[in-house]
């Protein structure tokens, strides 16, 4: 599965592919490293019987958000951070065919934890917001 578009919205965009997250497999993803932004390309098969995208699949796009945070803030793609908190204001639906972007934001690090938040656009319009706390991996951020 490939997007040879990147997202309408200025930036350095860069593809890359969900290795898979069970059934909410996100597909092609993309990256603006130097705005801490991710976007998704909403497809069918990531909405629920109304065509909007499903809460759950969603929460697993917005999960990666500590994927964005580290590799631009900390300039780091190394390791895993597991998810220790996740939770998801829905604000409004998402069709298929829109380009979801995250833009998010690295509140703070710790030695054990990440704190961050993302808000969720569809062509400007914010239609979710989301905190995450994540396990900061021992060497991945410097103290």
């Not at 059934?23 to 098969?45: C, D, T």
């Not at 990531?46 to 803030?73: E, I, K, L, W």
């Not at 069709?95 to 030695?111: E, F, H, K, N, Q």
């Amino acid at each position: 599965m490939s997007e040879t578009t990147p997202p309408p919205r200025p930036g350095d965009w860069l593809e890359t592919i969900d290795a898979g997250s069970g059934p909410w497999n996100m597909g092609v993803l993309w990256y603006n490293r130097a705005a801490g932004q991710i976007a998704l390309h909403v497809k069918p098969e990531h909405c629920n019987a109304y065509g909007s995208m499903h809460g759950g699949a969603m929460a697993t796009f917005v999960d990666g958000q500590a994927a964005g945070v580290v590799v631009y803030h900390l300039n780091d793609a190394a390791g895993h951070t597991p998810t220790i908190s996740l939770s998801v204001d829905y604000l409004a639906p998402v069709p298929a065919g829109s380009w979801l972007v995250a833009d998010v934001t690295l509140l703070r690090a710790t030695r054990t934890m990440l704190f961050t938040q993302a808000v969720l656009t569809v062509d400007a319009q914010v239609v979710a917001r989301s905190n995450a706390i994540y396990r900061n991996v021992p060497g991945k951020v410097p103290q």
